[in-house]
């Protein structure tokens, strides 16, 4: 499993930027407006970098490990956020739309859905991959809650019957 990303916004990389570039310009022109105009901008790095860091976990958990072909299966996707606030997508599957929700400090969060049992096989399902971004959107978090958890689908009695006719 990969582990999650973290990020910063490049939109905070270009407020960085600016405030630097119109403090300089402010230093060597002798013009203190200019110091002035980058103040808000300096607000926002210095409240963005002094948040809290964001910390997701989670596991994934099946309700049985065992289904029939064409069945749906049960499915939980646990997050906890350990770290700042954030809003956070999950995504169940790889194509599945996202779930979007706000975790506040330390809250967790179960989210059920469904899971069709496609063809018959040992396959692996998971892990949830979240997206998450704290207040202002200046950091994020990419990756993996929790691990991949087996399951077994049996061959549906319409495929039995066409494999193995009865004399």
Not at 9 to 27: G, H, M, Q
Not at 49 to 58: I, K, T, V
């Amino acid at each position: 499993a990969r582990a999650m990303t973290r990020a910063t916004s490049p939109r905070l990389r270009v407020y960085a930027a600016l405030v630097a570039t119109a403090l300089l310009a402010a230093l060597i022109t002798g013009r203190p407006e200019l110091a002035v105009l980058a103040t808000p901008f300096a607000l926002f790095v210095g409240v963005a970098l002094a948040g809290a860091p964001l910390a997701l976990d989670g596991e994934l958990r099946l309700e049985r490990d065992r289904a029939l072909e064409g069945e749906r299966l049960g499915a939980t996707v646990t997050v906890i956020n350990r770290g700042a606030p954030a809003r956070v997508d999950v995504r169940p599957e790889a194509d599945a739309s996202p779930i979007g929700l706000w975790l506040a400090r330390d809250e967790r969060r179960e989210l059920q859905f469904d899971l069709p049992a496609r063809h018959w096989g040992v396959h692996e399902v998971g892990p949830a991959v979240v997206h998450a971004r704290d207040r202002l959107g200046t950091r994020t978090v990419d990756g993996p809650v929790g691990r991949a958890v087996q399951v077994r689908v049996y061959a549906g009695a319409e495929r039995l019957r066409r494999i193995a006719a009865p004399l």
